[in-house]
C-alpha cells in the first residue's frame, strides 16, 4: 500500500466526488489535495514536475481532460516524474485522442478512461480500494447523484443537489469540507442541505439578472445565445433556462475573465471549445480566451463589452465550419 499520495482534481462536483471516493477506496489521506481547471493543467503540472519520490510515492488525476495544446507538455512533465519512481494514475471521463492514450501509456501512466460514466464513475470501476469494510450503498449513491448532475441526465434525485453543492466558484475551503465528509463515508449532512437552500434563494434572483444581458445572434442556421456568467448561477442551469427560452442551437455564458462555458442539446460544443484552446464533452464544454486590452479599455464604460467581442470569436470559429 502507498502510504503518501496526491490529489489533483477539477474544481466541480464531479472533481470533489472522484477525489473523495478515492480517499475513500484508500482510507487513508493524501499529503495534499489540489484543485484545478483544465485550462490551468499546465501550470499546475509544472508546480509538481520537480516534486521528490520522498514527498509523494504516488499521484493521482480524476475528472481533468486534456486538449491538443495542452497534450505534450503534460505527458513529458509526468514521463520526468514517473523516472523519479513516482507512480501515477489518471482516472477521467472526457474524450482523449487516441495518441494522446497511447503517449499516456508509453510514459508509464496508469490511465484509466470511461465515457459512459462520470468521473466519479470512473474511480468507482477502476480504482482499487485499499479498505475491506467498503458501503456499497454509499457508493452507489454518491456515483449515482453525482453522474447525475455532471452528465445533466437527472436521472437520480441527488443529481440537482450534488450540482449545486459544489460549483467553480466555491473556495477552496468549502471543497475541502464537502470532500473531508464525503470521502469518510457520508453522503449527505444538515449542512449540505442549508448550503443549497441558500443558494437556491440566490439564484431565483440572478434568473432575473440575464435577461436584459442575452445576445441572440446566428451564423451558417447555427442559433448562438450568450450571456453574461452570474456567480450565483451554474453555467449548466443557465444553459438550459437559454436554451429553453430561446430555442438557440448552442449558449454560451461568458466570464468577464475570459472563461467561456458552451451548452448544448444537438450541437458538437466540445470541437467549438477546442479550437479556442479548451475542451469537454459534446454537449458541454469550455474554453478561457485572452481579453485583449482594447476591449478591457471598453468595459471601463461599457461593463459588458466583452459579451460582443466574445460573440465575434465565436462567430468566427463556426464561420470556418
Not at 472522484?18 to 489540489?34: F, Q, W
Request: aromatic content about 12%; charged content about 25%; hydrophobic content about 40%.
Amino acid at each position: 500500500m502507498t502510504d503518501k499520495y496526491m490529489i489533483i482534481t477539477h474544481t466541480d462536483m464531479d472533481g470533489v466526488g472522484s477525489a473523495s471516493l478515492y480517499i475513500y477506496y484508500m482510507n487513508k489521506d493524501p499529503v495534499r489535495i489540489v484543485f484545478t481547471e483544465p485550462y490551468f493543467i499546465k501550470n499546475t503540472v509544472n508546480m509538481i514536475r520537480d516534486i521528490s519520490k520522498d514527498y509523494v510515492e504516488k499521484i493521482v488525476f480524476t475528472d481533468l481532460g486534456l486538449n491538443p495544446s495542452t497534450y505534450e507538455y503534460v505527458v513529458e512533465a509526468l514521463r520526468i516524474l514517473v523516472d523519479k519512481g513516482i507512480h501515477i494514475e489518471w482516472y477521467d471521463h472526457h474524450i482523449w485522442d487516441d495518441l494522446w492514450v497511447k503517449g499516456f501509456r508509453e510514459a508509464g501512466i496508469e490511465l484509466y478512461l470511461d465515457q459512459t460514466t462520470c468521473a466519479t464513475g470512473v474511480v468507482a470501476k477502476y480504482a482499487k480500494p485499499q479498505r475491506r469494510d467498503l458501503d456499497r450503498e454509499f457508493i452507489q449513491e454518491l456515483v449515482a447523484g453525482v453522474c447525475a448532475g455532471d452528465l445533466w441526465r437527472f436521472d437520480h434525485w441527488r443529481g440537482p443537489w450534488f450540482l449545486r453543492l459544489v460549483r467553480r466558484r466555491e473556495s477552496n475551503k468549502w471543497r475541502l469540507h464537502v470532500l473531508k465528509i464525503l470521502s469518510k463515508g457520508v453522503i449527505w449532512c444538515k449542512e449540505f442541505t442549508d448550503n443549497i437552500l441558500y443558494k437556491l434563494e440566490r439564484e431565483l434572483e440572478g434568473y432575473n439578472r440575464i435577461s436584459d444581458k442575452l445576445i441572440l445572434t446566428s451564423i451558417n442556421g447555427i442559433g448562438v445565445a450568450i450571456v453574461p456568467a452570474v456567480n450565483v448561477l451554474d453555467s449548466s442551469f443557465v444553459a438550459a433556462y437559454i436554451l429553453g427560452r430561446t430555442g438557440a442551437d448552442i449558449a454560451v455564458i461568458a466570464s468577464k475573465d475570459g472563461k467561456l462555458s458552451f451548452r448544448s442539446r444537438d450541437f458538437n460544443v466540445r470541437e467549438l471549445a477546442v479550437r479556442l484552446g479548451g475542451g469537454g464533452h459534446p454537449r458541454a464544454a469550455g474554453a478561457k480566451i485572452e481579453i485583449p486590452f482594447r476591449i478591457r479599455i471598453k468595459m471601463l464604460f461599457n461593463n459588458d463589452a466583452y459579451l460582443d467581442y466574445v460573440k465575434e470569436r465565436v462567430l468566427d470559429v463556426l464561420k470556418q465550419g
